[in-house]
């Protein structure tokens, strides 16, 4: 199971969505990207804000008419408003078509990987054995969210992950697939492969491990596991 997206702005990688090719014996079994809407809707707020400008304009209405205006200077108070309030949103909606334009998670059989922002490249490398739990937050349209727990003392700050991060986890941030397509499908995958890495590494039973990925992140218990460096900045 693969989704790949051409992205031109990253022509000089050795490999899509990678800072350097996979060594020996490592092979990606996924990729993809955040469904940009989605993301819009659920990063950005963008219904919300829709709906914030909307209840300002129609209190501007309300407020000319009070004054005893007419009906043609309401229309007209709220025309401006409304204009201003257009370029807010379809900016926030450029950026939310940016962010995932630009945005490729990789799972391979050792790692997740992250390459995420607009104008400076981030890649994050989360190997499976530092990652202590995984959930899924299921969204519209089959899309969904996977907030990933790491263990250790590896800490990624949170302006530097987000969208990409799971909400108001601020003093211990947590890196998130947002909005990927067929999302089940990927965090079964991601189960999987979790389960497998931990079984070779002899640091937890297969079956164990696969239970431990597919419950809540509050009862599943997580491999100790060496630290090893989550960022990559180039």
């Known amino acids: 199971m693969k989704s790949m997206r051409a992205d031109h702005e990253h022509e000089f990688e050795v490999q899509h969505g990678l800072p350097e090719a996979l060594p020996a014996g490592e ?5 993809g990207s955040p469904e940009w809407w989605q993301l819009a809707v659920r990063a950005f707020h963008a219904r919300q804000l829709a709906a914030y400008f909307a209840t300002i304009v129609l209190v501007r209405v309300g407020v000319v008419l009070a004054a005893e205006g007419t009906a043609l200077q309401a229309l007209a108070s709220a025309a401006w408003l409304t204009a201003l309030f257009g370029v807010g949103l379809a900016i926030v909606l ?11 998670y990789t799972i391979t059989n050792r790692r ?10 981030l890649t ?6 530092t990652i202590q739990t995984a959930a899924l937050r299921a969204g519209a349209r089959n899309t969904g969210d996977i907030p990933l727990t790491l263990n250790g003392r590896d800490r990624i700050a ?9 909400p108001w986890r601020i003093a211990h941030p947590e890196p998130m697939l947002r909005c990927v397509p067929d999302a089940q499908a990927v965090a079964t995958l991601l189960c999987n492969a979790w389960s ?5 590494s002899a640091s937890v039973p297969q079956s164990t491990a696969h239970g431990a990925l597919r419950r809540a992140p509050e009862q599943a218990p997580g491999p ?3 630290r090893q460096p989550v960022m990559a900045v180039r």
């Open 94 to 104: 450029v950026m939310a078509k940016l962010s995932a334009s630009t945005t490729v």
């Open 124 to 129: 994050f490398n989360l190997p499976l054995k």
């Open 196 to 200: 497998q890495a931990q079984a070779l």
């Open 112 to 121: 997740v990987v992250m390459r995420v922002g607009i104008v400076l490249s």
């Open 224 to 226: 100790s596991g060496e």
């Open 27 to 31: 092979h990606v079994l996924w990729q």
């Open 158 to 166: 949170f302006l530097h992950l987000w969208p990409h991060a799971r």
